[in-house]
């Protein structure tokens, strides 16, 4: 055995070894969330690997990042099998490797592969370092990374090349054979020195790469897939609960590392820092400070901080990590200011390559904000108290509903009626005016199409989706048993809404109150009626529309093509699209509670996005979800464009069309 051979395989077991203690330390950390089960079904994650993983589909929103990011992935992957050949070697030189036609085919794919890895390191690069993207931090750990990468590639090309000018009848490979030719020239000698240093070269580099991983942002390149694996398979809109039953919990929410799950520690590792959420999130675009990549660096962080403290006894703890266990990552490791401006939109987790949650860790410390701590803004101490007492966010009283019920000639099941279909009216179309008139215009179709709808009346309460979203944990529970019990008694099957919030709310998140229903948005409900032939829309309204995704209907349920389909069906509509529409649509701002709380820094999100209405050059604005109405509506008449463009629920347009003598009044 000689001193390089020696060498070669202490460094690489001294470099395997301290690679994989780091991993030990960093998932022991991991290790001390809160258990959950992310083992069923096996057959849709493995899909997810595959698509996410190997096909790297979500990079491929991106034209330009997409690709650059595929072939340095896929280059990895096929640079790996000389990589392996050149480590079994070194270890054991007698070995030989494949020869032959599989040999030539693997040096050529080799080189290719090569060459496209350096390409995309360019790209990347170049998009960093000079096209400047706001999402990308400029720093030594991104240039180091790159920098190793394309060591590494280099090293394997040269090592090919000296191989060949040492070796001329080793197998053909596109690159090397011709630069084994050129390198003849020099001598024996030099070529043996060139292959010696070219193979240290790669030796240290890679293992140099392999040690610093963990230490780097890209250690995301080794927890990525296991993250995507053990990636959420619930909905989006649906949101863990809380037990109240446990009488031994002190704590609600989450205030430390350890009130995580462990997949939401995980996902600190599996973060790639490339700032996708946060360019995608609107609260971040409108200036705010919120920022969603922030807080899954300030989790690791914290959870590098910590981890070494939490794995020690206690009484072994000093008094100042005892101190730094007590700071509290909602107000203090994320400021408070910071959870209360998400709109929990969705945008941030869509946008996320490794299937990061970071709405369920904003609202897990907005409810230790409101459950322990007791820091609630007065906005929404005002709506907590009003939903409380009154069962809705207006703080008026329940008998709107048989108002409307009596005004619109449908069954109230709270007087004994039993309709086939439950139009749930949620409490914007219960008091809001504007919002009505939405209702009103549903209803009239839906009795138009001959069918048999009614309404809960004075038993129907707000779903508390605001309540949750907010932090306030415990009184969306109340709401939903409340409400849940309410349709159980009324053997209600079948559930129509006009509000996205409400829709997610009864579909999602009620089956863990047990209540189990068909509940269906308005925009699909009437989109079957249109295309079963049972309304016909034939009067012509030749406007320019454009179409407002609502985030929890689009992003987070799915529907983007019915409300489309509606319109689309009325004669002389022509539909342009913004630049921002269905997945990747911008919010109004009303989500997660900000429906009931003033924004005082920035600019306001229902005001950006409806200059992105505008400049579309749309004269109406059509919505699915009554918050989006409102906001949209206030956005126009804050801009002062109130005088020429409308802002219209997709279904009053159908109204407008089908039922001409009871259209519904514009905005």
């Given amino acids: 055995m000689t001193i390089n051979h020696l060498l070669f395989i202490v460094i690489l077991v001294f470099a395997v070894l301290w690679f ?10 991991v290790g001390v969330g809160q258990p959950q089960d992310r083992s069923s079904h096996v057959g849709a994650r493995w899909r997810g690997v595959l698509v996410y993983v190997f096909g790297q589909k979500r990079l491929f929103k991106d034209r ?11 280059g990895f992957i096929i640079l790996s099998i000389g990589t392996l050949t050149f480590l079994i070697k070194g270890v054991f030189p007698g070995f030989v490797s494949f020869g032959g036609p599989w040999a030539v085919a693997i040096n050529t794919l080799s080189d290719i592969m090569g060459v496209l890895v350096l390409i995309a390191l360019a790209m990347a690069a170049y998009k960093r370092y000079v096209m400047r993207p706001k999402r990308l931090v400029r720093n030594v750990d991104a240039a180091l990374v790159l920098a190793l990468i394309a060591i590494v590639v280099l090293s394997d090309m040269a090592i090919e090349s000296f191989t060949l000018a040492v070796h001329p009848h080793a197998p053909y490979a596109p690159i090397g054979t011709p630069l084994g030719h050129w390198l003849r020239t020099f001598g024996p000698q030099v070529d043996h020195t060139g292959l010696l240093i070219s193979d240290w070269v790669k030796l240290v580099s890679l293992l140099g790469f392999l040690v610093y991983l963990p230490y780097s ?13 053990h990636r959420n398979l619930d909905p989006l809109g649906h949101l863990p609960a809380l037990n109240f039953e446990d009488e031994t919990v002190e704590s609600y929410g989450v205030g430390q590392v350890t009130d995580m799950t462990w997949a939401d520690l995980l996902d600190a590792y599996a973060c790639v820092q490339c700032g996708r959420c946060t360019q995608e999130c609107p609260a971040n675009a409108t200036g705010k400070t919120l920022s969603p990549k922030e807080i899954m660096v300030d989790l690791r962080h914290q959870l590098e901080r910590v981890g070494p403290v939490l794995l020690k006894e206690p009484q072994a703890r000093s008094s100042a990590e005892q101190a730094l266990l007590e700071i509290p990552m909602a107000g203090g490791v994320t400021a408070s200011d910071d959870l209360w401006a998400c709109t929990t939109c969705g945008a941030c987790v869509e946008a996320c390559p490794v299937f990061n949650e970071h709405v369920v860790k904003i609202v897990g410390m907005r409810r230790h904000l409101v459950l322990t701590q007791g820091e609630i803004p007065q906005a929404a101490q005002n709506h907590f108290k009003n939903v409380e007492n ?14 409307f019920a009596e005004d619109m ?10 309709p086939e279909v439950l139009y749930w009216m949620g409490c914007a179309a219960t008091y809001d005016d504007r919002a009505r008139k939405v209702a009103e215009s549903t209803v009239r179709l839906m009795k138009e199409a001959g069918i048999d709808v009614g309404v809960l009346g004075a038993l129907e309460k707000c779903t508390g989706d605001s309540a949750r979203r907010m932090g306030n944990e415990y009184l969306f529970q109340s709401l939903a048993q409340e409400n849940v019990d309410t349709l159980n008694q009324a053997g209600v099957n079948t559930i129509v809404t006009t509000c996205p919030h409400c829709f997610n709310t009864l579909k999602n998140e009620y089956g863990d109150f047990g209540g189990s229903y068909k509940v269906v948005h308005h925009a699909e409900f009437l989109s079957q009626l249109v295309q079963s032939g049972q309304l016909t829309p034939d009067k012509e309204n030749p406007v320019t529309l454009t179409y407002h995704d609502s985030c929890y209907l689009g992003r987070y349920n799915g529907i983007f093509d019915a409300p489309r389909e509606v319109l689309q069906a009325v004669p002389g509509i022509h539909l342009v699209e913004m630049e921002k529409s269905r997945e990747k649509s911008f919010c109004c701002g009303a989500g997660g509670g900000r429906m009931w709380m003033e924004e005082k820094v920035g600019q306001r999100i229902n005001q950006n996005r409806t200059q992105q209405a505008i400049a579309t050059g749309a004269t109406t604005v059509a919505t699915a979800c009554p918050f989006c109405l409102t906001m949209m509506r206030d956005g126009v008449q804050s801009l002062g464009e109130d005088e020429h463009i409308v802002v219209k629920d997709f279904a009053e347009i159908l109204a407008d069309s089908v039922l001409p003598m009871a259209s519904s009044q514009q905005s």
Avoid: C
């Fill in 409 to 418: 000639g449908i069954k109230d099941v709270s007087r004994g009626d039993h």
């Fill in 390 to 403: 009154t069962g809705n966010p207006w703080g008026l009283g329940l008998d709107a509903r048989q108002k």
């Fill in 20 to 29: 994989g203690l780091l991993v030990e330390e960093k998932m022991r950390y």
């Fill in 217 to 229: 942002k890209h250690f995301h390149l080794a927890i990525a897939p296991f993250n995507i694996y």
């Fill in 64 to 74: 330009y990042s997409g690709p650059m990011h595929f072939f340095i992935f896929w």
